[in-house]
């Protein structure tokens, strides 16, 4: 079974509809993060949670929101959804702080707004 | 503030041949660096990382990496390349006193029989 599983895997919606999308992991880590991936920008950090109790904002955290309802699990909501959050979102876990503690990322989730 | 640029969007090889992925960096102190594949599909996978020591770090698959500070490099390289290697190829730059990964644009690699 996957380490870090992501779903749904593939979700269209309507513009101006709220969606979910969660994150779970099996590695026992504290530290988990959202992304996301558009074509040539690469990925960019949407929020980062240390523990239940420590969540940050990322880079791009505008029309998002995160719920850390567990160590193992990490939500990531758009209230509002629209369609230039159309993206291929990733979930990431971690166990520690530094290049010593590697991310590991779940198989991702393809967004379509339509 | 750190940034990562990677040149080249798309590169095309061979089976066979060698490959050279180029990294750039920009960051004012000594970087960690990391070289993520993302196979169709699939999320990102590690397949090596410089913070220190070394220059020239090995990897999984066969992937080295040679850190170069004179000319804030970080070039991926395998010197025989197999059909399963076409992916998607991400650099990213942290540091110690975050969690955050600054990750590049990616090059896809697509490689022909």
């Known amino acids: 079974d996957a380490d870090v599983t992501q779903t749904p895997r593939n979700r269209i919606t309507k513009t101006g509809k709220r969606i979910m999308l969660e994150c779970s992991q099996t590695k026992g880590h504290d530290r988990m993060y959202w992304y996301r991936q558009d074509p040539g920008l690469g990925l960019r950090l949407i929020y980062y949670s240390f523990d239940v109790k420590d969540i940050n904002k990322g880079e791009i955290s505008d029309g998002y929101s995160v719920s850390r309802q567990a160590q193992a699990k990490f939500s990531l909501s758009l209230e509002s959804a629209i369609p230039n959050q159309t993206a291929l979102y990733f979930c990431?876990?971690?166990?520690?702080?530094?290049?010593?503690?590697?991310?590991?990322f779940g198989p991702g989730t393809r967004l379509t707004v339509t | 503030a750190q940034s990562v640029t990677q040149p080249d969007i798309h590169i095309t090889v061979s089976e066979g041949a060698s490959l050279e992925l180029r990294c750039n960096y920009s960051y004012g102190a000594t970087p960690y660096l990391f070289w993520y594949v993302q196979s169709p599909g699939q999320g990102l996978q590690l397949l090596l990382k410089?913070?220190?020591?070394?220059?020239l770090v090995q990897g999984i698959k066969g992937f080295e990496a040679e850190f170069k500070r004179s000319q804030s490099s970080f070039n991926l390289r395998k010197p025989s390349v197999h059909w399963s290697d076409a992916a998607e190829y991400f650099c990213a730059v942290g540091n110690y006193n975050t969690d955050k990964l600054i990750f590049g644009t990616g090059t896809r690699l697509q490689v022909f029989p």
């Open positions: 410089y913070f220190s020591g070394d220059t």
């Open positions: 990431a876990t971690s166990e520690g702080q530094g290049p010593n503690y590697e991310q590991y």
